[in-house]
């Protein structure tokens, strides 16, 4: 009773204010989104896709690549999941744990991202570079959702320290399609057919039903964030032109130049 007591009683007293306080309390304080991460409109322009591969998005972009640089743009690309820094940590990560959390399989590809963004990102885009992104933040939040993480608990982290980019494409394919491209493609990861979160036993059924998850978590993005969407199922040369027309527009509206060798309309 007394120990009680004593603890109120203590909690009632305030400190002395030193000197030291007072020059910290008066010091106007900042965001440190202002400081570190600012979403502010920018010298460069963030293009970024988004969805599996096999829908034709990384062939795009670096169409996109070559088109502005023909046109004096400088340009860089960053691709999801390439951090020289984080690869073998991430790689230990999931040798160790099948079944990780999916709080700490997102940390652990937000710390990719972010190491991406402060040396590859963000001082191309101050410098008015063009930053092509093979997928994005989205990314980390579709397959966070698939995982069943809460959206909003996720997207405060990712609008905080990431910009919203200049153009938001999505190429969309259904799962089906999705199967048979990555299966095609290399045999399916542990991870990527979402064996982690116990779908299903049977490593194509598990893909499947993940994608599944997955793609409803990119639709709810695509229409909260004004993706523009992409049938990632027709041919490159079928989706090029809208493609490349919607960049055009963008680029003539905020730097008032005509891309040459851009022979595309919308339609």
Not at 61 to 87: D, P, Q, R, T, Y
Not at 94 to 101: A, G, N, Q, R, W
Not at 234 to 255: C, D, G, L, Q, S
Request: proline fraction near 4%; charge should be neutral.
């Amino acid at each position: 009773m007394m120990i009680h007591i004593l603890i109120q009683l203590m909690s009632t007293v305030q400190p002395q204010k030193t000197k030291i306080d007072i020059i910290k309390n008066d010091t106007p304080t900042r965001n440190k989104n202002d400081i570190f991460f600012s979403t502010e409109e920018r010298p460069g322009t963030l293009i970024i896709v988004e969805w599996s591969d096999g829908s034709g998005k990384s062939t795009q972009l670096l169409i996109a690549k070559n088109l502005l640089e023909s046109n004096g743009f400088f340009c860089v690309h960053s691709i999801w999941n390439s951090s020289i820094k984080m690869h073998e940590m991430q790689k230990k990560f999931k040798k160790f744990d099948i079944h990780m959390p999916a709080a700490v399989f997102d940390t652990i590809y937000a710390s990719d991202f972010i190491e991406r963004y402060l040396t590859e990102m963000r001082g191309a885009l101050k410098a008015g570079m063009v930053v092509l992104c093979d997928r994005y933040m989205y990314t980390a939040l579709a397959r966070g959702y698939a995982r069943g993480i809460r959206m909003e608990h996720l997207k405060p982290f990712y609008d905080l320290y990431f910009p919203v980019p200049d153009l938001a494409f999505y190429f969309r394919i259904p799962v089906e399609i999705a199967a048979e491209r990555a299966i095609g493609r290399n045999p399916l990861k542990h991870y990527e057919a979402g064996m982690d979160v116990r779908y299903s036993e049977n490593i194509i059924d598990s893909f499947k039903k993940f994608q599944t998850k997955v793609i409803e978590g990119y639709d709810i993005l695509a229409e909260q964030n004004g993706m523009h969407i992409i049938d990632g199922k027709a041919p490159v040369y079928k989706t090029t032109p809208t493609f490349i027309a919607e960049i055009a527009e963008y680029f003539e509206r905020k730097y008032d130049v005509r891309l040459m060798g851009q022979h595309y309309t919308k339609e």
